[in-house]
């Protein structure tokens, strides 16, 4: 990593993950072994998780597990960001154990592209006309990934700002799928997730924000190549 | 209904006057949450949570979380020390776990805990450096351990090094197969243990000056950790003996009290030790 970093105690330079000196396996994917296509993975919810938070949750979707603190409303910290509508922030970090390979300190281009598309997708949901001159923070914390990270963190998200008692237009939800030749996973793993196809078959993720009662879809975030039928099939 | 006024009536002077209904519960030998002075919080430690990291632990103190994850890379050894390995902890405090904290780089608490981690461990020699460098001048083991806070509640310190310890006892090494001729390595999935020569014990206590004698409080909360005249740590193995001791805060403390101290010490990590035991098996 260029540059030193004062605040911490670092490794030596160039050091390397030993997976890449392991012979890899190839993983059989073409049949899903402990359950079926459209079935979700096991999951683990509860709220109250941190005591000095305004609301807090934890999610445990199989092996990924996030943990959301959300604080507010609470004072605007820079005085220029005065509006009379309120401020949502929302940060997202990977634990730099949360991943095969470990990942910084610092927040990277993913976890920032992660943390601007939660925000995006609560933009709609949470009614900031009703906190003027306030601004609610969020931090989401990925404790470890094993796919579909963002479906859980929209999720967890959902439950931690109705934990702060924050007003809200709907229940949030989020979900996945992964599109692999032909076949609609849902709730994929990390393997599922991250595994390519040939060229010339579809092979992509998708995942949505979904507001249950009003059924709107307020945050979709895909990656891959797909067919429009695809997409249609799969939001479905 | 003269319970409920009364109980009325102590929440409010807890918040107008906190220093005070801190001190009178103290000067009565017992603390707001209802503990006696010497009762540490329940304690629950768990190991091996993450699949994704080498090692992996976390820790519930009360309501202080905390969560260690150990990951393993590669390296070149130093040239100085060319048959050791790298052992390389760092404490995060992020926003999410008390108001205290905002986002950005490491504040100073998270900074001094990282240094307390790591004199920790050089202090205790708990991990023989040696045993961690497969291929002496090629390829050594750097174990980074990342201590991440998800509720701060107090203590943060005996919590940490109970998380660091579990993780430890919880890591196991992949076998690496060096090939001198081709100068090619291969990692094995066959585990092994790591060496951990002690287990390290961390107790801190919080020092309240009244009426000139020390009051000695075992395990505070973050809300006794405020408002104490000085934080005492003593760091000791399971042998008993001390290899590390801090006092931050501003009172004099006497021989009599430090002495108390390390003896209440080496008590109460005997029970943080059984605790720790148990979760490896």
Known sequence: MPGVDLYRNTGPEGSVDYKIYQEKEDKNLEKRTDRKDHELRKMFLKTGVISHAKGSAFIEVGDTKVEVGVYGPREIPKRSDFSMKGILSCEMKFAPFACSTRRGHQRDSEEIELGLLLKECLESTVRMNLYPKSCIDIFVTVLEDGGGVLAAAITATGMALADAQIDMYDNLVGSCISVNQGRFLADPSLDEEVSCSDAGHEQGNITIGYLNTSEQVVCLFSQGVLSSTSMDTALN | ?281
Not at chain 2, 49 to 55: M, P, R, W
């Open chain 2, 1 to 281: 209904l003269i319970h409920f006024y009364k109980r009325k009536m102590s929440l409010e002077f807890r918040s107008l006057q906190p220093d005070q209904y801190l001190r009178k519960h103290i000067e009565a030998g017992v603390r707001p949450d209802g503990r006696s002075l010497n009762e540490r919080r329940p304690l629950t430690l768990s190991s091996a949570n993450i699949s994704t990291a080498d090692g992996s632990a976390v820790v519930k103190q009360g309501n202080t979380t905390v969560v260690c994850g150990i990951k393993l890379e590669l390296a070149k050894p130093a040239a100085e020390n060319p048959d050791q390995g790298f052992v390389v902890p760092n404490v995060s405090l992020p926003p999410m776990c008390s108001p205290n904290f905002k986002p950005g780089p490491p504040s100073v608490q998270a900074q001094a805990l990282s240094t307390f981690i790591r004199d920790c461990l050089d202090a205790s020699q708990c991990l023989d450096l040696g045993s961690l460098c497969p291929v002496p001048h090629k390829y050594a083991w750097v174990l980074y351990i990342d201590l991440m806070c998800l509720d701060h509640d107090g203590n943060l310190r005996d919590a940490l090094i109970a998380a660091l310890m579990t993780a430890l006892r919880s890591l196991k090494l992949p076998k690496v197969l060096y090939d001198e001729e081709m100068d090619t390595v291969q990692v094995v999935e066959e585990w092994s243990k790591l060496d951990v020569k002690r287990i390290v014990l961390s107790n801190t206590l919080a020092v309240y000056s009244l009426g000139g004698t020390a009051n000695l409080v075992v395990d505070p909360t973050a809300e006794e950790e405020d408002r104490a005249d000085s934080l005492l740590t003593f760091v000791t193995t399971e042998k008993e003996e001390v290899c590390l001791s801090q006092e931050t805060g501003s009172s004099c403390l006497s021989e009599e009290t430090i002495q108390s101290a390390i003896s209440l010490s080496t008590k109460q990590a005997k029970q943080i030790l059984t605790a720790v035991l148990k979760a490896q098996s």
